[in-house]
């Protein structure tokens, strides 16, 4: 067997445990080159998402260290980089875990062909979805485009257990140069938001694991009522560890099945849950246009406005509309790089009906804002929210923010927590929005709070004459 190293090219998969790709590398007993790679898709990424993935590689380069290992960090295009590293190394190999979104494949499936031309071992292996998109069929053959026969058919698979952690990742006999994390300033499109927002992430693989265990030990058993409260810390956050692989979905799925076992009911919710997910690198594996273009490509023809600079599109993204729910929620986003599950699909149900904006502009404002952004899912929720996704919420279907917060938010708690202008003694959190936003916005928490925007019955009157009076 060859001696020659593995490049161990590491992306959405930053964790030691569970992770194929390393295994099998370890496991061969070739030495193991850990790599990281500022690339053409990472060059892509907003702000917030591009900040929280340095926090993460960090991390990692330091769960390697302390493995005896070393994170070789390079910065270019993917195929570039791992052929100067094959030059200066020898390394034999190049193995990675795959990803769904057309960019993400895009990469590795030249950089693969390419590998393989020179000779290359190149080598993909699964990891960021419980089952591989081609692997899940209707009963015809096809893909699934609605999501509980998909959940239906899924629910009762066999998911292998989750890979312990190597107990040893063997070393090179000499480490190549290494670029300098800060040198690539990834935190620098956040300017003065940064310090804030880091205190609201959750980072790492030790830290997600802590955070699973708490959330099946303490709030699992009453998730599906809490997570539809904005207010309570009913949800189990792991968005952002995923998104990052901090944590497989292997590892959430079993833990969620031993929670459903133990009689806490709800977990099933948890699992459906992560099917969801699932459902998002299905549907882009199957038709990639749902990251970029209408998946019902009849919405083509819809009267969505495309213009970002008009002033109800700069309201809704500023939490300036005069509609607490949205923004409150809108403001969550953009101090923590989060939003509350039933927050998200009122911002873009108002985005996207009451104001008609189309629903790219709040994935993109979304793409730059949170620090749990994933492509597939981004993309597949806000077209579920407008009504031109697969499985979509109908466009006459439109969420009345007002009573959403009655609903929802009865004692204005989780609005009283993001806001500061209607309220006395504004709450911490809520002024330390002033503090991250532009300067050039000119907002103070003194301000008055807004009118609405748009009267809620009006939007929702303006919406439903233009889905009735469609050419389609």
Known sequence: MSKSPILLWFRRDLRLGDHAALT????????????????????????????RLGLSVADLAKSLK???????????????????????????????????????????????????????????????????PWTVETKTGGFYKVFTPMWKS??????????????????????????????????????????????????GETAASHRLGAFMAHRVAGYQKNRDLPAVDGTSGLSENLTYG????????????????????????????????EFAYHLAHHTPRIVSDNWKEDWDAFPWN????????????????GIQFVDAAMREMYVTGTMHNRGRMIVASYLTKHLLCHWKIGMDWFADCLI?????????????????????????????????????????????RWLAEPYKNASDIARSYFDMIPKQWGMSPDDRYPDPIVAVDEGRKRALDAYENRNF
């Not at 390419?114 to 190149?122: H, T």
């Not at 996704?389 to 204005?412: C, E, H, I, S, W």
């Open 246 to 277: 901090e944590i497989s979905p292997r590892s959430c799925w079993h833990s969620g099945w031993r929670a459903l076992n133990d009689g806490k009911s709800d977990a099933e919710v948890f699992l459906k849950e992560l099917v969801w997910r």
């Open 66 to 132: 302390d493995k005896g290992s070393r994170l070789i960090l390079r910065r270019g295009k993917a195929l570039d980089v791992l052929r100067d590293l094959i030059d200066e190394t020898g390394a034999g190999a190049v193995y990675w875990s795959r990803l769904y979104d057309p960019d993400s494949k895009a990469r590795d499936m030249d950089a693969k062909a390419a590998l393989k031309d020179d000779g290359i071992d190149a080598k993909s292996f699964a990891g960021h979805v419980l089952f591989e």
């Open 372 to 416: 749990d952004w994933d492509p597939c899912s981004n993309a597949m929720g806000w077209q579920w929210s407008a009504g031109s996704g697969p499985d979509a919420t109908p466009y006459f279907r439109v969420f009345n923010p007002v009573t959403q917060l009655d609903k929802f938010d009865k004692d204005r708690a989780y609005a009283k």
């Open 306 to 321: 495309t213009d970002e600079r008009l002033a109800e599109v700069k309201a809704w993204k500023q939490g300036r509309t």
């Open 154 to 203: 899924v629910r009762g698979s066999d998911v292998p257990s989750a890979l312990p952690t190597p107990g040893n990742i063997p070393a090179p006999d000499g480490w190549p140069t290494s670029d300098d994390l800060d040198d690539w300033q990834m935190g620098a499109g956040m300017q003065r938001g940064a310090d804030i927002l880091r205190t609201h992430c959750t980072l």
């Open 24 to 51: 099998a590398a370890c496991n061969s007993g070739r030495p193991v080159i850990p790599l990281f790679i500022h690339d053409e898709v990472v060059e892509t990424h907003g702000a917030a998402p591009r900040f």
